[in-house]
């Protein structure tokens, strides 16, 4: 994670306050809670977790983890306005049906329709895990309280991919051991101003932000063999968590609150199944 060399004064905040280079790891991922082949449509994450970086973090646990987490997904916007309204979308989704569930299940899907439709745009066929844009879709702080931010991420231009054969199951995961064999990846790392408090609103992030996206850093993925059992084994135990930050770049509006419980919870419990220290 490459720090640009010639940012503006009021770019330089933090973690973005100086040219330099921090080793990171990044994670590529789908978001269906079942696993799909990956010619259907889904909703693509992309997390990065930048190592080294000093200062006291945000979650009270970790604060000296050493770790700042970004998480990504591929559409500008989140599906729903308020955290209650996604839960009760995500128990339709997830709880199985049970006797007695139907008319609460019904009531749930008819009272959320819009959160259905924009979830249902957000998934997306797609060739390649690199050719994609991603986007925080929620805001954080930038240095203080006068300035909040949404992040991107772009793949270069220049990037050369290679694609094997789209009836496998698991192709895009081959497109990508593919490609790291023989190529190096690049992606641009954007931050996006808040610049109008009412067209660009902190506690709704189904609004889309129109301001200019401006370059802080670059990500460089070295070629390298990432598809072993060992660095499976890795990767799966990994735990991104968006308060894993700096307290300049704290996130904030609803969303993120509740990201600060649910994620550490989620990541506690992925390590007492794995049979690893949380």
Known sequence: FIIESKLPVGHKVSLFKEAKSFPAWSSVSNGDTKTLPDW???????????????????????????????????????????????????????????????????????????????????????????????????????????????????????????????????FLRANMVSTLLKHEIFYDFFIQFQTEAEKKPIEDPTVVWDSPLIKVATIRIPIQIFDTPEQNDFGDNLSFNAWHALPEHRPIGNFNRARKKIYQEMYTFRHLHNNLED
Not at 51 to 65: F, I
Not at 68 to 86: A, G, Q
Not at 121 to 134: L, N
Not at 140 to 167: C, H, Q
């Open 40 to 170: 259907k449509k889904d909703v693509r994450g992309f997390a990065i977790k930048i190592m080294n970086v000093p200062g006291e973090k945000l979650v009270e646990s970790k604060k000296n983890c050493g770790n700042h987490d970004f998480i990504l997904m591929n559409t500008k916007y989140f599906v729903s306005r308020k955290v209650k309204d996604f839960h009760r979308i995500l128990k339709v989704v997830t709880v199985p049906y049970r006797p007695g569930t139907f008319f609460p299940k019904l009531f749930a899907v008819l009272s959320s329709l819009p959160i259905l439709a924009r979830a249902g745009k957000a998934k997306i066929k797609c060739r390649h895990p690199f050719e994609i844009f991603y986007f925080s879709t929620v805001p954080y702080r930038f240095g203080d309280e006068t300035k909040a931010v949404k992040y991107a991420v772009l793949p270069s231009e220049k990037n050369i991919l290679e694609y094997t054969d789209i009836t496998n199951p698991d």
